[in-house]
């Protein structure tokens, strides 16, 4: 397939097209545009109607929860919010027919109230990062339900219909936990460097289990909404096991 990944050269979007490469063919999109292997041509923003026609839509492009609070909470408003706006506004007009995108878990919930997170819970975001993921969430939402309503009056018949003006959409959202391998640049790695340096770890007596999710496990999944059939809705994501 044609694939368009957004926030290509972060992270996750890396790691995806060292994945992807062997079997679809990749476009980026990003603020910038430096060659990157095994992937055709990367746009930045302003190029985004110049974007040949795609079959699949990642969108990774977001501000990342900044721990030191020193950014302004428009910031997070104007990246997270208005630019997956922006591009589903793009995919609902393409030909393409799915769209990923990725949240977080602290769209959900800031702390996990009992043993587990299930998509199920009514989100309650604390600060800016949280409430603008699921500002864009609901964005998606109400507009995959209005695409919902229209594919159900599409009519039938045994003719040919043109793909331009009845392609069927699907929209994934995945709340990923704390995502860790190579190139993760998160505060998992401040954890790390204590653990490196050989000092005993002071709070084993304590019951605090927490969730992760492999950069490996996570492009199966992506790999999975890809190449299968599976239902519109919201996902969490994370490793079997909780450390």
């Known amino acids: ?34 060659q990157k292997e095994g992937v055709v041509k990367t746009y930045i923003w302003a190029e985004l109607e110049t974007i040949p026609a795609v079959d699949v839509v990642i969108h990774l492009a977001g501000k990342a929860h900044d721990t ?61 990062y949280g409430e603008s993921k699921i500002k864009a969430e609901e964005y998606l939402i109400s507009h995959q339900s209005l695409v919902n309503s229209q594919q159900s009056l599409l009519p039938t018949t045994n003719y040919a219909l043109p793909t331009t003006n009845y392609t069927l959409k699907s929209t994934y959202i995945l709340r990923p936990c704390m995502i860790h391998g190579p190139g993760n640049k998160g505060n998992l790695n401040l954890l790390y460097k204590v653990v490196k340096k050989g000092i005993p770890y002071p709070l084993g007596t304590f019951e605090n289990r927490r969730s992760f999710c492999s950069i490996d496990n996570l492009s199966f999944v992506i790999s999975g909404l890809i190449e299968k059939e599976v239902a519109n809705g919201i996902y969490n994501v994370g490793d079997d096991e909780s450390l």
């Open 1 to 34: 397939m044609n694939i368009l990944i957004t926030g290509i050269h972060g992270f996750v979007g890396s790691n995806l097209v060292n994945t992807l490469k062997a079997q679809h063919t990749i476009y980026g999109l990003d603020i910038i545009a430096p």
């Open 68 to 128: 030191k609070n020193q950014t302004n909470a428009q910031v997070y408003f104007d990246i997270n919010t208005g630019l997956t706006q922006k591009i589903y506004d793009w995919f609902l007009g393409s030909e393409a027919k799915k769209f990923i995108f990725f949240s977080s878990v602290k769209a959900a919930a800031d702390k996990v109230e009992g043993e587990i997170l299930t998509e199920e819970i009514v989100p309650s975001p604390k600060g800016p």
